[in-house]
């Protein structure tokens, strides 16, 4: 995750650069259950509204959580499929809770009515994240579900006015892309606590879909936008997060964006940028899905280091005998292509490895998400 917030306080006020905050653990993103009641387009678990088999029980689920708080697990993100659709949900949100895991739901927000949001609010949860893929119309047809958008913008409201923090979560494509300024207004006038903007990622149904995915210059003008929303807000007071995920090129783009806008503070933001290091799949970002097994986030799903059920998660997460986590855990990872060349490698460390995978079947081929020219990342383009 690219915390675009935090650059932005830097530069308003800078501190000095300081030693690399380490995790000590990774975060881990839970899907607990597959099942859904939409079909939405981009899925990475390509959920569906019916019970799937084999999903670890509460028992099994409370039993690797006292793995992960011993593995110093700092996270859990509660995600699914609708996670709201597992009837122990909240015996395991107050499980997390009491363990000490800094504890968030993931959700489409269309089961949050008033009775389900006073329970996520006795839940406690400390932050809850629910998806918009743009205004009325266009997320409806995202979601497939006619009323969709009304349905979670309810919710939205309904978690803010109970005192939860409680964000948006946008995925980008090209069906999309007009709907970003209305719905960065909407997250301002609305006093949404945070926007997280998302690329899409080739896996899952989003796999099926990257055909969608939007150009490059439309993401170049998406995040010139968000950045330029971000610093108005600094500057203007508002406590507003804004991140971005799946694509770790944004760090070198803001940058460069720097570098138009503060070009003295340049200097000190690739020290920070540098410092942030990039994608951190199979380092500080776990997924375990509903059957258990353990993937190096959520966009891995075709792939799998383990199962809970065989090993504890802590044995996983360290055994780099599987060839992919080993090739994550690498530092500096050795990737080819233009982001082997890059001037830039040590800010996105490579990028968002599954895009490559996908497209080439290579894992350390060059992403081919990487929305900067070769004159920005300093590489000749090999003769053809």
């Known amino acids: 995750m690219f915390r675009i917030s935090q650059f932005m306080q830097e530069i308003a006020a800078p501190t000095p650069l300081g030693p690399a905050r380490k995790p000590p653990g990774p975060v881990v993103i839970w899907n607990l259950v597959r099942r859904c009641n939409l079909t939405c387009k981009h899925c990475y678990s390509i959920s569906a509204d019916k019970d799937f088999a084999g999903e670890l029980t509460t028992a099994e689920v409370f039993g690797v959580m006292d793995d992960l708080k011993l593995f110093h697990v700092p996270a859990l993100i ?18 997390s809770k009491a363990l000490g895991f800094y504890t968030a739901l993931s959700s489409n927000g269309t089961l949050i009515d008033e009775a389900m949001c006073r329970r996520v ?45 409680v964000g948006v979560r946008f995925t980008l494509t090209q069906d999309n892309f007009d709907d970003l300024p209305a719905l960065l207004q909407l997250v301002e006038d609305e006093g949404i606590d945070r926007f997280y903007f998302s690329h899409l990622n080739y896996a899952g149904r989003g796999n099926k879909n990257r055909k969608d995915d939007a150009h490059h210059q439309m993401t170049r003008q998406a995040m010139d936008l968000l950045f330029d929303t971000c610093w108005r807000h600094q500057q203007q ?7 971005t995920g799946n694509n770790d090129a944004d760090g070198v783009y803001l940058l460069y964006w720097v570098r138009r806008n503060f070009p003295d ?7 920070k940028l540098a410092q942030w290091g990039g994608n951190s799949s199979g380092v500080n970002v776990a997924n375990i899905d509903n059957l258990g097994n353990v993937h190096p986030d959520t966009m891995w799903w075709h792939y799998t280091l383990g199962n809970v059920r065989e090993r504890p998660f802590s044995q996983i997460w360290t055994d780099i005998s599987d060839p992919l986590l080993a090739g994550l855990k690498a530092q500096p990872r050795h990737v080819g292509g233009r982001c082997g060349r890059c001037r830039h490698f040590d800010i996105c460390g490579g990028n968002t490895r599954v895009r490559a995978q996908q497209l080439t079947g290579d894992p350390w081929a060059e992403d081919p998400g990487c929305y900067l020219s070769d004159e920005e990342i300093g590489v000749v383009p090999c003769a053809a």
């Open 265 to 271: 503070l340049a200097a000190h933001i690739r020290q």
């Open 78 to 95: 509660l995600s699914g499929g609708e996670p709201l659709l597992r009837p122990d949900i909240f015996d395991i949100a107050g499980r």
């Open 121 to 165: 609010e006795a839940a406690d949860f400390d932050y809850v994240g629910i998806s918009l893929d743009g205004m009325g119309a266009t997320h409806d047809k995202f979601r497939r579900m006619q009323g969709a958008f009304d349905k979670s913008l309810h919710a939205i409201r309904l978690c803010r006015d109970a005192g939860l923090k």
């Open 237 to 243: 007071g508002l406590k507003k997060e804004f991140t």
